[in-house]
């Protein structure tokens, strides 16, 4: 599969360590093609996502919605996704 771009967002991932609780980032991705959008640990087709928006929070760090069938999916994201975004906006 050909895939048309990609998005890449952050989890956040906690710990305990030595009795103090840690946050890790993890770098992961949103990859979008003709038929799906692909994230680190869910599949939706292009049917079932309805929109796409955002809301930047701070200088460093914005949130990215998938509106789907099945609910809305938040994606914590440290770059634009305007060029996501669009091009999923073509699809439709």
Do not use: A
């Not at 952050?10 to 009795?19: C, M, P």
């Not at 929109?51 to 460093?60: E, Y």
């Not at 919605?65 to 975004?85: A, D, M």
């Amino acid at each position: 599969m050909e895939w048309i771009t990609t998005q890449s967002y952050v989890e956040v991932d906690r710990k305990i360590e030595d009795g103090e609780q840690k946050s890790f980032e993890i770098e992961q991705s949103l990859f979008l093609s003709t038929e799906k959008i692909v994230s680190s640990g869910h599949q939706f087709t292009i049917e079932e996502v309805y929109d796409i928006s955002f809301r930047k929070l701070s200088q460093t760090y914005g949130w990215l919605y998938l509106h789907t069938n099945q609910g809305v999916f938040p994606f914590r994201t440290k770059s634009n996704p305007e060029f996501f975004i669009s091009e999923f906006k073509k699809l439709k």
